[in-house]
């Protein structure tokens, strides 16, 4: 269900961008109060911190909107329209201001603007390099009729001079001619990340990891089988739920990690997060829902976020988890989070959460803190005010 862009839900909020300091270890107890930062994104999606130590975002988008005439039929059986309205923006983290880099990205949404899929991903190699990548969400020979043929494609990012972009290796024709999971041709690259020249990518529509080397040559890492489940209603037949993967995050370990979001059903609880490690991938932690990113701290904690959680139920509420290095998980955060897409970390350890992110353009940047709690008015302290106020009285009638 989730082939064509695994955002596409109804959900009619603004768009947002959280920050939430925690310098050290959160405790699930402490209260956050927000601001807000900017505002004016679209459909923003994956968020990253470059070399400089300010945070990089992608901005998925608003098709052609209702002009649009290049237009196709999606995975989701939507009728999607053709824009260049994608976008990768800066968020300066001194001046603590945004602004778009680059503004000409391809982008595919309904005729209303929401539901946009672009620009996904962002990643720095060692080097400093910027790479990006570009979802799809349909059968990648639907490119030919839409006569677009940079979805599905990892691009180069151009930061020196004036910001540009470039088309890379083609993650898309991977599913074309293999479809390692053996069901329908889709796919909808999603997330990214490199570890020592080689490219990892979460195909949500194909439901696998693939890998990049240094010359795009592409290949497989894992497939995720289909599993099957009850649906949460009668008459309560099996119903085969796809695994689709989406976060991606390289841990102190050296290790990737994977966020799965879970196809239709959308069971509560029935989303994990995997470690590739060796070659291999295992379940690392959970009884989740709907995970739609990963991101680490400087202290090795791993955090997970949740884009909804009860789809089907109507609650799009998503969470932001904490999970230690002992594996002991504690929500620590969901108030004001509407379908969230994107979780990033800065150095000195703020966590930053793009939100809202299933709709069109009108998001904003909320910078949330820890508020101190009212400490309670202790007895033995009024009683003491009290009598150095008496105290006072006595001695400056004396005075007089």
């Not at 690259?189 to 040559?217: C, E, H, K, R």
Request: net charge negative; proline share 7%; aromatic share 8%.
């Amino acid at each position: 269900m989730l082939k064509r862009n695994i955002l596409t839900l109804a959900v009619t909020a603004t768009t947002a961008l959280i920050t939430i300091s925690v310098g050290s270890p959160v405790s699930a107890a402490l209260v956050y109060g927000s601001s807000v930062v900017t505002s004016g994104l679209v459909s923003p999606r994956g968020i990253t911190f470059g070399p400089d130590g300010n945070l990089y975002l992608t901005e998925a988008g608003n098709g052609g909107g209702s002009t649009g005439s290049n237009c196709i039929i999606s995975g989701a059986g939507e009728n999607v329209c053709y824009g260049a309205t994608g976008a990768i923006g800066r968020y300066n983290t001194t001046t603590k201001t945004y602004s778009r880099l680059i503004t000409d990205l391809p982008s595919l949404a309904t005729q209303t603007g929401t539901d946009g899929t672009g620009i996904h991903d962002l990643s720095f190699d060692n080097s400093g390099n910027l790479y990006g990548i570009l979802g799809l969400g349909t059968d990648p020979s639907a490119r030919t009729t839409l006569g677009v043929s940079s979805f599905g494609h990892i691009i180069s990012v151009n930061l020196s001079g004036t910001p540009s972009w470039s088309v890379g290796t083609d993650i898309a024709a991977y599913e074309s001619a293999n479809n390692p999971d053996g069901l329908d041709v889709n796919s909808n690259p999603y997330s990214l990340v490199i570890q020592n020249g080689t490219t990892y990518v979460a195909d949500a529509g194909g439901n696998d990891i693939l890998q990049v080397d240094n010359m795009g040559g592409v290949g497989l890492t894992h497939v995720f089988p289909t599993t099957s489940v009850s649906l949460p209603f009668p008459p309560f037949p099996p119903y085969p739920m796809q695994a689709v993967p989406t976060g991606t995050a390289i841990g102190p370990d050296n290790n990737i990690y994977i966020a799965q979001l879970t196809g239709f059903p959308f069971p509560p609880g029935a989303a994990s997060i995997y470690r590739l490690s060796g070659g291999s991938v295992t379940p690392f932690a959970t009884g989740f829902t709907n995970l739609i990113d990963l991101a680490f701290a400087p202290n090795g904690n791993l955090y997970a976020l949740e884009y909804a959680t009860n789809i089907l139920g109507g609650n799009f509420q998503g969470s932001v988890w904490q999970i230690t290095p002992d594996g002991t998980k504690t929500k620590i955060f969901s108030d004001e989070l509407l379908a969230p897409t994107g979780i990033a970390i800065s150095p000195n350890g703020t966590i930053y959460v793009a939100n809202k992110g299933a709709v069109g353009s009108s998001g904003e940047l909320l910078a949330i803190t820890p508020v101190p709690e009212p400490q309670p008015f202790s007895i033995l302290a009024g009683i003491t005010a009290l009598g150095l106020g008496a105290s006072l009285k006595r001695k400056m009638n004396k005075k007089a």
